[in-house]
């Protein structure tokens, strides 16, 4: 009994259930490089910025209460995921209501189809419905889906670059000049400047040690410049230049909040907004803030592990909560993901500091923004949505075979022609009688016929 006594181990203390979720949220939120972090912020504002932008003035949404709820989204979720997850507006609503008059398609109807997709896709998620979706779905038609959506950014990229912009009414209204404060000759600048400083977006190996000290000199200046943060100071240049463009914006500007009311919905609104609305932006939501978020973040942080019940679960409750409110009707997306992770983003650190500027701008500046959002050079925006879209569309590139590629083609293809809901189903109808048609061939070297497997 003495012997057992003494070679019995020591009972280790009982930790608490809060320091595991503590060393968590540590873990999820620390900056893996403080500039990058920052840099990578940035990144999904030429997303962001535009669709808030025009609700804003087409719809009289409330920037500051957007501003609020988004901010505490972005907070949220980088503590959950540990990713630079991002919130994004919900694309197909945002289009429905600029295309449509107030007495069609106002706030009330916006936030209604904001309530009724986030309570679908948080029942999916509920329910283990979305983890089989994602399961179940060829990797072939994500990649189509993805690939879509990274080149309609890319030449939404062009046209702001290329065309001036009235975002009220979503649409071009002419030639951009040359020269000028959001000319074309400034953001071609922004382009060529991000490019030389980010390259083709691939993160370089450690040098070894070079004999040649000039050479090592040279890759010194190189990792300087790799490090500078591009987005940020592109941002920042933004707003001086929207000072410039209208000194005015300085008398406009109100502080404190606005104030938060709860949005009256009628039973029109929610039959419009179900209709209209929450119809069209369903499968967007589930293939792009769902199911390509998930594989591309698996792509990018393979040591991050979360479910789609997860993903779909958080989108869900934003929009069950805010959207009562006025706040913007949000969802993740594979762009902001790609356009964050381009420009340095490499952990929740990222989307958490960004959720936090964008709380204290709510707080401090409530609606008073939308002056200084209106003045902000549009050519510098597309410079940095034009990277976030080619990042997408670079995770196509790992479509080796001829019936993957085939698949993912026509996918994006059709798509781009119409939806994603329509690109989708032509995807999985075409793998699966690509399927049926290479079902029990004997394969050979010089006859490839596998079309792809599942994520």
């Known amino acids: 009994m003495e012997s057992q006594s003494r070679t019995s181990p020591p009972e280790?203390?009982?930790?608490?259930p809060f320091t595991g979720i503590f060393h968590k949220l540590k873990t999820n939120l620390v900056f893996r490089s403080k500039l990058a972090e920052i840099n990578g912020a940035m990144g999904d504002l030429g997303t962001y910025i535009p669709i808030v932008l025009a609700l804003t003035l087409a719809k009289d949404l409330d920037l500051g209460t957007t501003l609020i709820f988004t901010g505490i989204y972005n907070?949220?979720?980088?503590a959950v995921y540990g990713v630079p997850m991002p919130v994004q507006p919900m694309k197909s609503i945002a289009a429905v209501a600029i295309s449509s008059t107030a007495e069609e398609f106002g706030i009330p109807e916006i936030m209604a189809a904001g309530i009724c997709t986030g309570g679908i896709l948080f029942v999916l998620g509920v329910s283990g419905l979305m983890q089989?979706?994602?399961?179940?779905i060829p990797l072939s038609v994500v990649r189509g889906i993805q690939l879509s959506q990274g080149l309609a950014f890319a030449m939404s990229a062009v046209k702001?670059?290329?065309?001036?912009?009235?975002?009220?009414?979503s649409k071009s209204v002419g030639d951009r000049p040359w020269l000028g404060l959001d000319g074309l000759v400034l953001a071609l600048v922004c382009v060529l400047f991000i490019v030389l400083v980010n390259g083709d977006g691939e993160q370089e190996q450690e040098e070894e040690e070079e004999r040649d000290g000039s050479r090592r000199r040279r890759v010194s200046i190189r990792k300087v410049v790799s490090n500078v943060p591009s987005a940020l100071l592109i941002f920042l240049l933004g707003v001086v230049l929207a000072f410039i463009r209208k000194p005015s914006i300085v008398h406009e500007i109100k502080f404190g909040p606005s104030k938060i009311?709860?949005?009256?919905?009628?039973?029109?609104?929610?039959?419009?907004?179900f209709l209209k609305g929450t119809i069209p932006q369903l499968p967007l939501s589930v293939l792009n803030s769902v199911v390509a978020v998930c594989k591309l973040s698996y792509?990018?942080?393979?040591?991050?592990?979360?479910?789609?019940?997860?993903?779909?679960?958080?989108?869900?409750?934003?929009?069950?909560?805010g959207c009562w409110f006025g706040a913007m009707p949000t969802c993740h997306g594979a762009g902001g993901l790609a356009g964050q992770y381009k420009f340095g983003g490499r952990s929740g650190g990222c989307v958490a500091l960004l959720g936090v500027a964008k709380l204290v701008l709510g707080l401090v500046l409530g609606s008073s923004l939308v002056g200084i959002m209106d003045k902000f050079p549009v050519g510098v925006l597309g410079a940095l949505l034009l990277?976030?879209?080619?990042?997408?569309?670079?995770?196509?590139?790992?479509?080796?075979?001829?019936?993957?590629?085939f698949v993912m083609l026509v996918c994006t293809a059709v798509s781009l022609g119409s939806n994603a809901a329509i690109g989708f189903v032509a995807g999985i109808v075409l793998y699966v009688v690509l399927w049926m048609r290479n079902y029990g061939r004997v394969?050979?070297?010089?006859?490839?016929?596998?079309?792809?497997?599942?994520?």
Request: aromatic share 10%.
């Open 12 to 16: 280790t203390p009982k930790r608490s």
């Open 75 to 78: 907070f949220i979720t980088g």
């Open 132 to 136: 089989f979706v994602f399961n179940v």
């Open 160 to 169: 702001y670059i290329r065309k001036e912009q009235n975002f009220s009414k």
């Open 261 to 273: 009311k709860l949005v009256r919905m009628n039973k029109e609104a929610w039959k419009n907004g």
């Open 299 to 321: 792509d990018l942080f393979p040591e991050k592990k979360f479910s789609a019940t997860s993903v779909s679960m958080t989108v869900g409750l934003m929009n069950m909560v």
């Open 387 to 405: 990277f976030a879209g080619i990042e997408l569309a670079m995770a196509a590139r790992d479509m080796n075979t001829k019936g993957d590629a």
């Open 443 to 455: 394969r050979t070297n010089n006859l490839p016929v596998q079309v792809d497997q599942h994520p």
